[in-house]
């Protein structure tokens, strides 16, 4: 598990992250989950949306990406 999680950390260059680019990273992933549970009310899922729609945003505003050619 720790090969895998070392893995990860080189891939996405993780600790060359600023604390607000791990902040938004974190918020994205997040709502992913709170999209999964929320499908109990119309509200529910409309604001889960919403907050998905508002990290990703943030994601691609503020999180530079290395893109591989």
Same mark, same amino acid.
């Given at each position: 598990?720790n090969e895998l %999680?070392?893995? %990860?950390?080189?891939?996405?260059?993780?600790d060359s992250?600023?604390?607000?680019?791990?902040?938004?990273?974190?918020?994205? &992933?997040?709502?992913?989950? =709170?999209? +999964?549970?929320? $499908? $109990?009310?119309?509200?529910?899922?409309? =604001?889960?949306?919403?907050? =998905? +729609?508002?990290?990703?945003? &943030?994601?691609?505003?503020?999180?530079?990406?290395?893109? /591989? /050619?």
């Amino acid at each position: 598990m720790n090969e895998l %999680w070392q893995l %990860w950390k080189k891939s996405v260059q993780w600790d060359s992250k600023t604390m607000k680019q791990k902040a938004i990273s974190v918020w994205f &992933s997040v709502s992913f989950v =709170l999209l +999964g549970i929320s $499908g $109990g009310s119309l509200l529910a899922v409309s =604001l889960a949306v919403v907050n =998905l +729609g508002a990290a990703a945003y &943030s994601v691609v505003k503020y999180v530079p990406m290395n893109v /591989e /050619e």
